[in-house]
């Protein structure tokens, strides 16, 4: 029997099941914007010690929650605790982002790296996930996530972030057997990352493709497309008597909604670069959408916002299958008042198309 | 009477125009991937001074001609040279990009800043361009450009390049009439810039649109594809008895093509993340079609660069209407016996389609 859930409207939108108003989550809802994150981080001295500290994780994850009106949890974490499992030597430097001591670069690196083995290698993203299930308390469903293979390679691979992925692109065409054997380990292992995050209680999974769109329509395929369809044809699809739905988002890959939509997953991400409707024509029989107001409407006023909301809503059109979100992580400096603007407007705006 | 060219496949393939074979030049092609260019600009101190001098504006123009059989020129110069003019000053610094000492941000900034007339405070591009034209000697076309006016923008009210644009999307959302009264005085400049540049010399122009792509579709419409339209409109057409293509290039605006085409335009550049079969498909009918090889390509092997562009040749197909490029400037750490190697491999490999 499924357990109990107070609002269960995000897993039956992913589902493309009928619901009372669209439910609304925002990526990266629990960061920087807010003043009680910014608080702990700066208690915890950095972001992997918020990040490896399941009581600090599971802290930071409920607290938009204590503010806003969400229809879903994400587990406070990072796409690149898998690599740093690996033993790539993750570190963050102010201002600059991820990086690592020792990126993956040559033959004998690729062959070095193991597949990592979440219950051994992170556990602390395991307990905060357990702690979180039982702090939430069944008020609403947790979702747990990872990289797409290609996105956290490109980290492994350039060291840290990159402008136009020279490093990773230049061992991609030059040596696409290499490429493919580490995409192959960092799959398996987010296979086995998300299929024990779903074991701990993750009730949906993301997979974050940021990167995704920065290759051509036929490497997209090869070498992040086919990735994301092995993980998902890997996942444990249903737990505690419930569907478990997979959301697939690619970053700026709009061009790309029907093969995306081909593989596997319950839902499709958009960033604010399509207009829903066209992508609800595309691919909206098949998948259910994610998405997609720009997160720099935030900085708009409030009247702006709740516009910007209810057109997008108007896009989508009456029926199930949308869950409301930003295009991409809301950004830092935006004002907390104005998340909850969004949120709302998504609630009450919404009704009359259900 | 036309003045005679000894190469025209450039300016008859961007009007659909019959060709022996495709075309080639590459966005950026005079720039820091050759040891030459790299020389000059030690030598000349800084980026700005280099473009502000035309003799050796035009040295640099004409340094990548020297080594491949490329089909068109392009005038070396930045997109940020109109708000120079305006009075923002312009200074770039190492490994941060281009800057402005003054950005634009409030009604006085965009009240104070002029409109520019090119020949008086632009008169170095004027005089790159006819020199560059009269070392030409007919042997290619030369193409003068610009940034689109939102492309502009961002760095006018950013100060410098931008990750998420949150300064000139705050403006454009919580004060559009200002925002457009800026974009209205950056068109107007751009009109008469353009104009110049034909006037002086150049057979075809290209507005660079690099960061419309960072906008919703609606929001594209209305701040950048709108201004484009409108220097479009206000361009000279024909000059020395021969007409005078116009190229349109919005990176990521694959999504977008539709509209774009409809622009008034001959040309639409696209970059290399939409399949140029497809683009062909939606738009080829109206406009002719630039690119679209990704940049990284020039990373990989000899054998590599040709497998890809033989690709690109075949998804074209047969006919008239293509001009290759790169869907991207080339990139600074390239080898360029590799950009020798592409823009042979595409006359080699396109005279079959023709």
Known sequence: MATLLKNDRFLKALLRQDVDVTPV???????????????????????????????????????????????????????????????????????????????VRTEADIDAIPVTNAEKDLPYVLDAVSL??????????????????????????????????????????????????????VSLSVIDYLNAQIRAGAQAVQIFDTWGGALSPHCYKEFSLAYMEKIVAGLIRENEGRQVPIIVFTKNGGLWLETIANCGADCVGLDWTINIADARRRIGDKVSLQGNMDPSVLYAKPEKIRAEVGMILEQFGSGAGHVFNLGHGIHQHVDPEHAKVFIDAVHELSAKYH
């Not at 950095?46 to 929650?65: H, R, Y």
Request: net charge negative; charged share 25%; aromatic share 10%.
């Open 25 to 103: 989550w925002m990526m990266r809802q629990a960061g920087r914007y807010l003043p009680e994150y910014r608080e702990l981080r700066s208690k915890a001295g950095n972001f992997m010690n918020l990040c490896q500290n399941s009581e600090l994780a599971c802290e930071v994850t409920l607290q938009p929650l204590c503010r806003f009106d969400l229809d879903a949890a994400i587990l406070f974490s990072d796409i690149l605790t898998i690599p740093d499992a690996m033993g790539l030597g993750l570190y963050f430097e102010t201002g600059e982002g991820p990086k690592f001591r020792k990126p």
């Open 132 to 185: 979180i299930r039982k702090e939430l308390n069944g008020d609403v469903p947790l979702i747990g996530f990872s990289g797409s293979p290609w996105t956290v390679a490109t980290y492994m691979v350039e060291g840290g972030s990159s402008k136009d992925f020279a490093t990773i692109k230049s061992l991609m065409m030059n040596s696409p057997e290499l490429m493919h054997l580490l995409l192959e380990k």
